[in-house]
Nanobody, 124 residues
């Protein structure tokens, strides 16, 4: 069992940066693939970024490549999403997720545990 708690969301202007954090509790965190997803009002939850358990592989949705960076600290059971050059279209609730499988994972149904989400609002 893994519990996930996100933090770091907020209201910012376009062009600003935010760093989201996800604190994980439970055993064997370092063996889970971790991901960030987001859901805007009236839209389906979409993949944003993922990092494999061994920190060797990452994947990003095209719309955030070059602006967002996923990272993890397995010694602290933490996952981060550094978001730079934010745009109004990045506005959404951001969710942290954990998958008990190897490699990078981009689909929601492949994730086993989810946090409650943190709101990110980017004004123009």
């Amino acid at each position: 069992q893994v519990q996930l708690v996100e933090s770091g969301g907020g209201l910012v202007q376009a062009g600003a940066s935010l760093r989201l954090s996800c604190a994980a509790s439970g055993r064997a965190f370092s063996t889970y693939t971790m991901g960030w997803f987001r859901q805007a009002p009236g839209k389906e939850r979409e993949f944003v970024a993922t990092m494999a358990w061994n920190i060797g592989s990452t994947l990003y949705v095209d719309s955030v490549k070059g602006r967002f960076t996923i990272s993890r600290d397995n010694t602290k059971n933490m996952v981060y999403l550094q978001m730079n050059s934010l745009k109004p279209e990045d506005t959404a609730v951001y969710f942290c997720a954990a998958a008990a499988r190897g490699g990078t994972v981009t689909t929601t149904r492949m994730y086993d545990y989810w946090g409650q989400g943190t709101q990110v609002t980017v004004s123009s």
